[in-house]
């Protein structure tokens, strides 16, 4: 019914992000979800390890550190939490993300 995620294939580059463009990362988070405090983001987005760059697909980056995925953001949409990011701190206030009925 789905087609499962295979990183071999659905994955096309995987970058390290410069320590600007992460700078710049850290910044639409905070704009996005204004009840994150830098604090809370250096906490969150540590400078070790690094953070990684996923392109899957034509449209999709994924944000990793280590081999956890924590954001992601879709063509240049928002860059939104994973699901488990959300798990792992369930004490932070995210946006709710409501999907209509009989989506």
């Known amino acids: 019914m789905f087609k499962k995620f295979d990183p071999s294939n659905d994955v096309s580059t995987s970058t390290q992000v410069k320590a600007s463009v992460q700078r710049a990362i850290k910044s639409q988070i905070s704009t996005s979800h204004p009840s994150l405090t830098d604090a809370i983001l250096d906490e969150l987005l540590p400078k070790k390890p690094p953070l990684v760059q996923y392109k899957v697909g034509p449209h999709l980056m994924l944000y990793c550190r280590g081999s ?36």
């Open 68 to 103: 956890e995925p924590v954001f992601f953001q879709q063509r240049d949409g928002p860059i939104l939490p994973s699901l488990k990011f959300v798990h792992k701190y369930p004490t932070l206030d995210f946006t709710n993300v409501v999907v209509d009925k009989g989506a």
